[in-house]
């Protein structure tokens, strides 16, 4: 269970509300809409793409998420893409559905089906196209990642932080090493506003899985060494971020909170499980820092107005 940790009221209400209003990534397989519709209506969901379902099944399901009153973000991964022809195919069809808002990343397919290698290439190739989309976000990596070196993220990060209009972390588990991360890449000149990506609430050992899968061995052996912290990753049947929200809602309150976003929960489509853990951990927030829950202005946020972009 969350427990408290002084912050000022300023910060905790930034906190409060960025943790009422987040981000949820659905995976575009059977039954994505139903878990979806658990959610209220407006909330912003993203839907990511893969090798095995296409950027199809992605827009598609972006588009009915739209049609049911929902905030849709496709992903749409660079690899996946054959050339400049299918790229402006694809920019006309999120024009016209109405999707001003994209999640450009590299993707897991193992080679490039055309010229882009990663998002950057994307980036750089969308950037004198047109219809852009109003609203392009990017993902960013706080530990290392398992196939690409820290220079070459580093370098293709700079890149994006001129071509896109926010980024989204990669789910790591030690919270030191997200906010040291923030911290270093502000310094560097990062002006994209940062959500920081959550793990939504699941079976423990189905995300120790999923961690090794994406690479995050680093941040789980630094939960393994933490006490309290083994037993319940390995022990209990059920992981919930507690730890993580404990030690990251101060951080709006830091010289480094401007830059922050939000919160981008992974929720695996376990959907009902994390929004109830969402709504309850935001309540208990509210009522120990004395703030008062502001229903259109985490609306707002939950559609990406509060921060300007």
Known sequence: ?????????????????ALAAPRYELIPI????????????????????????????SLRLAESLIAEGYH????????????????????????????????????????????????????????????????IGVPAYPEAHASISSADMQGALDVKNELADYAVTQICFDAQVILLWLAAQ????????????????????????????????ASTRVLR??????????????YRPDELIQALVPAFDTPEGPGLAGFHMNTFNQVEDTLAWVQRTAEDLCQWHGVTKNTELR?????????GY
């Open 225 to 238: 060494r933490q006490s309290g912290l083994a037993s319940r990753l390995f022990g209990g049947s059920t």
């Open 186 to 217: 502000q310094r560097r000149g990062l002006r994209l506003p940062v959500y920081i990506g959550l793990p939504g609430v699941i079976d423990r050992m189905k995300l120790m899985g999923l961690a090794m899968r994406i690479g995050l061995g």
């Open 72 to 135: 849709a973000v496709p992903h749409v991964a660079a690899r996946l893409i054959h050339g400049n022809a299918e790229l402006q195919t694809i920019l006309d069809r999120l024009a016209r559905s109405g999707l001003h808002e994209v999640f450009v990343v590299g993707g897991d397919a193992p080679a490039p089906a055309g010229p882009y290698r990663g998002g950057r290439e994307l980036l750089e190739t969308m950037a004198a196209m047109s219809p852009r989309p109003e609203i």
């Open 30 to 57: 059977g039954g994505m809409m139903e878990q979806a519709r658990l959610l209220p209506t407006g909330s912003t969901i993203t839907v990511t793409c893969s090798p095995k379902h296409g950027i199809d099944t």
């Open 299 to 307: 609306a707002a946020t939950a559609r990406n107005t509060s921060a």
């Open 1 to 17: 269970m969350w427990q408290a940790t002084a912050v000022t009221t300023n910060g905790a209400a930034r906190g409060c509300e």
